[in-house]
């Protein structure tokens, strides 16, 4: 366990120590910590949005694009995020585990807030170009690298281990409440004035990076002895691999959503086909995160104790019909339900996988693991954008989406067969040995 330290210098606390709370919100760190969480996913997310409108909207007028042209740009706008995700996970992985963990969270918050400072001078300048989009959209994913393995590592040091499923859950309520309200209030900005809603994240990040240096220090915890910095790095994947109920949930993740993932096509389910516009596409991004923010708000009171396998698995099968329906779908109201229903069949394997994660992985390896895993839910949205948008050039971006959703289906089924400890899952007890 991390040693946290009191502001005054005095003896370290330990979370253990703390008497068993009724909530995490509880403890001031956690309240500091839930608020960066949510501040800086509601920063992100409304730039995100927004930088995906921008660039097919750029794609499409300035660059004169049709329609599958222009989609394919959206699947290189994942796939140009995905690239700094994939080369630097183990570092940021190893630096969660080496470095004082808030301090990485508020450096990746410097960086989104560089990124916000230079979009809203060029969308101020009108000289928006669809390198300068990519360019920007890869120093985001270098953000993001780092931001998620220390963020994830700072909870369990915050709260004691019994109240740890309540405070993943709050957590997700945190990260879904602002998915719904930063795409929705970005669209809304944008709309009214584009270079307001990159002045708004701005705020947003300096806000969490405030908020996250209120935390106690969380220093890394001790070893008895360091090895090289890149064997440290490879031990998260090495654990990962050698469990097979942990690898089996984290691939059946990766899988699916690589082959289900919509989100790339929003913006031409917006603009070309529900003929919504940024307005709409803020709600159409929204409406997943608010299916996934019911659901942790649920959790986080009564979490799910029996049969988490087997629904897990359920969850995933539901997320990929959900998906067919709003890609066949023509009807605003309908294409949100979807996307509220499929928000909320993915929470449950958000919130199943990241309770396994936490409570089975040792303290010392908890940054090298949450960055594998992070690794793998990176690489399921950007590659699945990417791969939406590829189909979307061959096909048409109904066909991507559609297809896609049915290929969720089959996945599922495949990975009850590979790994059938995965249905056998009746708890979150630990399902494996722990690897040191």
């Known amino acids: 366990m991390a040693t946290i330290l009191p502001p005054d210098g005095d003896e370290p606390v330990m979370p253990e120590s703390t008497p068993r709370a009724a909530s995490p919100l509880s403890f001031p760190d956690y309240r500091y910590y839930w608020a960066a969480r949510f501040t800086a996913v509601m920063a992100t997310i409304a730039m995100v949005v927004v930088i995906g409108y921008q660039l097919y909207d750029t794609a499409r007028t300035?660059?004169?694009?049709?329609i599958r042209e222009a989609s394919f740009q959206l699947g290189l706008l994942g796939l140009v995020q995905f690239v700094p995700l994939a080369l630097l996970t183990p570092v940021a992985g190893w630096a969660a585990d080496r470095f004082e963990r808030r301090s990485v969270a508020i450096f990746s918050n410097l960086i989104d807030i560089t990124i916000a400072a230079t979009l809203g001078w060029f969308t101020w300048a009108g000289g928006l170009t669809l390198p300068l989009l990519f360019g920007l959209a890869a120093l985001h994913g270098v953000a993001r690298v780092f931001s998620g393995p220390a963020m994830s590592a700072i909870a369990p040091n915050i709260v004691p281990p019994a109240v740890l499923p309540r405070a993943i859950a709050m957590s997700s309520i945190a990260w879904q409440s602002a998915s719904v309200i930063g795409p929705a209030v970005g669209g809304l900005i944008?709309?009214?004035?584009?270079?307001?809603?990159?002045?708004?994240?701005?705020?947003?990040?300096?806000?969490?990076?405030?908020?996250?240096?209120?935390?106690r220090p969380v220093l890394p915890p001790p070893v008895e002895v360091r090895r090289h910095p890149l064997r440290e790095m490879l031990d998260g994947l090495k654990f990962v691999w050698m469990e097979r109920f942990l690898l089996g949930t984290i691939t059946l993740d990766l899988f699916?959503?690589?082959?289900?993932?919509?989100?790339?096509?929003?913006?031409?389910?917006?603009?070309?086909i529900l003929h919504v516009g940024s307005e709409g596409l803020g709600l159409l991004r929204a409406a997943p995160a608010l299916g996934a923010a019911v659901v942790a708000l649920g959790l986080s009171f009564r979490p799910i104790e029996r049969n988490v396998g087997v629904k897990m698995l359920w969850?995933?099968?539901v997320f990929g019909?959900?998906?067919?329906?709003?890609?066949?779908?023509?009807?605003?109201?309908?294409?949100?339900?979807m996307l509220v229903l499929l928000g909320a069949a993915d929470m449950f394997s958000v919130f199943v996988r990241g309770t396994l994660i936490q409570l089975n992985t040792p303290d010392h390896m908890r940054g090298r693991v949450s960055a594998a895993s992070g690794l793998a839910i990176s690489a399921s949205n950007e590659l699945g954008e990417m791969r939406a948008g590829a189909m979307a050039a061959a096909l048409g971006p109904v066909s991507a989406v559609v297809v896609g959703g049915a290929a969720a289906v089959g996945v599922t089924a495949?990975?009850?067969?590979?790994?059938?400890?995965?249905?056998?899952a009746k708890t979150f007890e630990p399902q494996f040995k722990q690897a040191g």
């Open 414 to 424: 495949l990975w009850t067969w590979l790994f059938p400890e995965l249905g056998r």
């Open 321 to 337: 019909l959900a998906t067919v329906a709003f890609g066949l779908s023509t009807s605003l109201l309908l294409s949100l339900g």
């Open 190 to 215: 944008y709309a009214a004035r584009p270079t307001s809603v990159y002045i708004f994240a701005a705020i947003l990040l300096a806000v969490s990076a405030f908020t996250i240096s209120r935390v």
């Open 62 to 66: 300035d660059y004169g694009m049709s």
């Open 315 to 317: 969850a995933v099968v």
């Open 256 to 272: 699916a959503v690589i082959l289900s993932g919509a989100t790339a096509m929003l913006p031409v389910y917006a603009r070309d």
